[in-house]
T-cell receptor, first 120, second 116 residues
Framework: NAGVTQTPKFQVLKTGQSMTLQCAQDMNHNSMYWYRQDPGMGLRLIYYSASEGTTDKGEVPNGYNVSRLNKREFSLRLESAAPSQTSVYFC???????????????????FGPGTRLTVL | AQSVAQPEDQVNVAEGNPLTVKCTYS??????LFWYVQYPNRGLQFLLK??????LVKGSYGFEAEFNKSQTSFHLKKPSALVSDSALYFCAVRPYFYSSASKIIFGSGTRLSIRP
């Protein structure tokens, strides 16, 4: 199993250009996430998809759009890139928490290797 | 609102000494707590999690973490540090009660540096 894969690994854009970051997982997980990582700020959630067919905004959604193409794939699109979007982007997936024995199971997230994006 | 604090940006430890990476949290109700590790140019890897039960949780690579409800802390520990433990460590929290609006919140990270 490849786990969570992301393409591309690196990308340089000019301000105003658009691009799509691709993410796929082969663990049959229901939930998928996009984060950005900036120095000193940890990971911030951009968008997530709790299950196929649904997407929701996270902490920092402005300037991004997402598509949950199917259960395996969750893409992140920058329509008009800005220098403030220079960051490392991580995709993650997890099984959707569910009730088992009267308690909710937890949702350990599994991360892809990241995409390093520079916007000039 | 839920939050996670990692008060130390960097922790420096000599190889063979015990290490502690601190984490405190704020969440409504009981928490799920996680530790992740990130090696250079890699994604985050899961280390361990606390759901319920024993306050001392054992995880990968000899790490363990102690849940302290009264102090709202979940510090990561290892009895004897290795140079290969040098990495960026993230604490994360989510409310015990799941809803579509509840998400995992990550701390800002602590860089652990182990000197030979």
């Amino acid at each position: 199993n490849a786990g969570v894969t992301q393409t591309p690994k690196f990308q340089v854009l000019k301000t105003g250009q658009s691009m799509t970051l691709q993410c796929a997982q082969d663990m049959n997980h229901n939930s998928m996430y996009w984060y950005r990582q900036d120095p000193g700020m940890g990971l911030r959630l951009i968008y997530y998809s709790a299950s196929e067919g649904t997407t929701d905004k996270g902490e920092v959604p402005n300037g991004y759009n997402v598509s949950r193409l199917n259960k395996r794939e969750f893409s992140l699109r920058l329509e008009s890139a800005a220098p403030s979007q220079t960051s490392v982007y991580f995709c993650a997936s997890s099984q959707k928490p569910r009730l088992a024995g009267g308690k909710h199971t937890t949702d350990t997230q599994y991360f892809g290797p990241g995409t390093r994006l520079t916007v000039l | 609102a839920q939050s996670v604090a990692q008060p130390e940006d960097q922790v420096n430890v000599a190889e063979g000494n015990p290490l502690t990476v601190k984490c405190t949290y704020s969440v409504s109700g009981n928490p799920y707590l996680f530790w992740y590790v990130q090696y250079p140019n890699r994604g985050l890897q899961f280390l361990l999690k606390y759901i319920t039960g024993d306050n001392l949780v054992k995880g990968s690579y000899g790490f363990e973490a102690e849940f302290n409800k009264s102090q709202t802390s979940f510090h990561l520990k290892k009895p004897s540090a290795l140079v290969s433990d040098s990495a960026l460590y993230f604490c994360a929290v989510r409310p015990y009660f799941y809803s579509s609006a509840s998400k995992i919140i990550f701390g800002s990270g602590t860089r652990l540096s182990i000197r030979p």
